[in-house]
């Protein structure tokens, strides 16, 4: 624990240059007493580190010393730099560690590694959540990538489409797709993906978890995810849009764009026809009829008579 310490506050000083006795205390949670003897030691060691006392004073190296932790060049590092997100690894709750090993990387390079992470981090940002959105409340997130990465059953109470159900799972991965966490584990003889915000009373069972052979995390992903949407929209329908309703169906979704892509050329009118895969049921219906007028599903006759339900309960409702 004090070797990690003052490995630590090596790098905040070749970070950031000078900092006092209370600076460091407060970063590391510990007696200012403390700190003192972990500069004596680094200066037993052989590190430059000197101090001035009085106001203005604190800890700082000597002019030129840098620490060499790895060999990383300045566009490696760049590229770590896009690596680490902030948000996701605080949810993880590894926001702490994911700080740390980021100021260790920024002390490997052999100068300027300070200007490259302010550099990227000026120019880059990351958000993971979708518009008009907040971020979900998951409480048990660490917990389950505590169990992830240590390979341990978990126990939970899951509240799916059908209902609520108790599972016994063997967790295999965290997923996050459109700032929304889902679990991969293997539970009721398949592996299947869990939200994780419809995960209560979980609880980590001390028994190891049987891995798949051959299993890999974004190969399984990417699978499950074709075949969630195959299945979901399952049905083709012929629509009808006039160029306002080709731009809005177009920025529906990716198969919206499709869509529109592979439609017929514009009749008198500016509508033109296509044909679309949807989910044919009330919410598909609700989905296209956010699109107004400006849109006319044809076929098949089900999803039709649907949306024409819909926006008569609509209509009645505003009369």
Not at 67 to 73: A, D, E, P, Q, V
Not at 210 to 225: D, I, K, N, V, Y
Request: with cysteine.
């Amino acid at each position: 624990m004090r070797a990690s310490r003052l490995l630590s506050i090596l790098i905040l000083l070749q970070l950031r240059g000078r900092l006092t006795a209370a600076e460091l205390a407060a970063e590391f949670e510990v007696a200012e007493r403390t700190i003192y003897r972990d500069i004596d030691a680094l200066s037993a060691a052989g590190i430059p580190v000197y101090g001035d006392r009085g106001p203005g004073g604190g800890f700082q190296l000597l002019d030129g010393y840098r620490t060499r932790l790895t060999g990383l060049s300045a566009d490696e590092a760049e590229a770590m730099m896009m690596i680490g997100l902030p948000g996701p690894a605080s949810e993880l709750g590894i926001g702490a560690a994911t700080s740390a090993a980021q100021n260790k990387l920024i002390a490997a390079l052999p100068g300027g590694g300070s200007a490259i992470a302010d550099r990227m981090a000026s120019r880059f940002h990351i958000d993971t959540v979708d518009w008009y959105r907040s971020g979900e409340d998951l409480p048990f997130l660490p917990m389950i990538a505590r169990a992830v990465l240590d390979e341990r059953m978990l126990s939970m109470r899951y509240e799916g489409w059908n209902g609520a159900r108790d599972w016994t799972v063997e967790p295999l991965g965290l997923v996050l797709k459109a700032g929304i966490w889902y679990l991969a584990a293997q539970g009721g003889g398949k592996i299947r993906a869990f939200r994780i915000a419809n995960i209560a009373a979980p609880t980590v069972i001390d028994t190891a978890v049987r891995r798949p052979a051959g299993f890999h995390l974004a190969t399984w992903w990417q699978a499950e995810q074709a075949r969630f949407e195959a299945e979901l929209f399952a049905t083709r329908a012929t629509i009808r849009a006039s160029a306002s309703g080709c731009r809005r169906l177009a920025a529906l979704s990716p198969r919206g764009a499709e869509a529109v892509a592979g439609g017929s050329e514009p009749d008198a009118n500016g509508w033109r026809n296509m044909t679309m895969q949807v989910e044919d049921s009330d919410h598909g219906a609700r989905e296209m009829l956010a699109l107004g007028a400006e849109v006319e599903v044809v076929a098949p006759e089900s999803f039709r008579r649907r949306i024409g339900t819909l926006a008569e309960a609509i209509a009645l409702r505003h009369r």
